[in-house]
Structures are given as structure tokens and as C-alpha cells.
């Protein structure tokens, strides 16, 4: 029920490529969120893996005022 935007990204960090998954979404007010989630690369397909990412997209909540 927010406006919001999901990004995707690949990049080279320490020598590892990583993968990223980005939301960023606005709450009102003038104030939004970030939230970013980053795997090597090569695991972001492991059924670990996406349930993780699963629960962390549906059970983050914004904070009350």
C-alpha cells in the first residue's frame, strides 16, 4: 500500500561478486526507507538463500513515530 521501487544489481566487492536486491519505498511525511539485501552471487538461488530474503521483505514493518 506504498509507493516503492524494487532494484536489482550486480558488483565485484573483495573479489567476490555479489548480488543485491534493493526496495526503497516511501512511509509519508517526506520520509522513506532503504532496505538492501546482498548474497554472493553465485548463491542467490539457493532455497536458503530466497526464504531469507522472503522473510526479511514480509516481515519488516515500519516503525511507529
Known sequence: GR???DMQWV???????????????LIGEGRGYS???TTPA????DD???EALDTFLRTFRVPSS
Open 3 to 5: 509507493q516503492a521501487a
Open 48 to 50: 536458503a538463500n530466497q
Open 42 to 45: 553465485a548463491d542467490w538461488n
Open 35 to 37: 532496505l538492501r539485501w
Open 11 to 25: 558488483e565485484e566487492v573483495d573479489g567476490t561478486r555479489v548480488r543485491t536486491f534493493g526496495r526503497g519505498f
